[in-house]
């Protein structure tokens, strides 16, 4: 999995493209995140729009990225969700738990 990082105002969005599944995909995602979070960072945007489809290690990073951002006081967004993501999400429940927008003007928007 790439990870691209972009700076925005106040907010750090990460472009993921890839997969999102069990071992170094998963693991560099969340280091990524602990590296953000531990640094001050409290808005999170992640770009989903390359990421075709998450197994169930990727929904479990994905609640475990939520949980460590909400234990910082930080707040964690996904954005521009593809079909399969997005019905992975459903499946588990996790669309009523981690914020999911359209696209990255809506996240920004989110942010206030």
Known sequence: MKIAVRKLERVVVLDLEGMLNQGDPANSFLATVHRHLHSGVKNL??????????????????????????????????????EPVRKSLIRVRLDTVIAQVADEASALASFG
């Open 45 to 82: 945007a992640i770009n989903m729009a390359a990421v075709p489809t998450i197994d169930s290690s990727g929904v479990g990073t994905l609640l475990r990225a939520h949980s460590v951002a909400v234990e910082s006081g930080a707040r964690l967004i996904l954005f521009a969700l593809t």
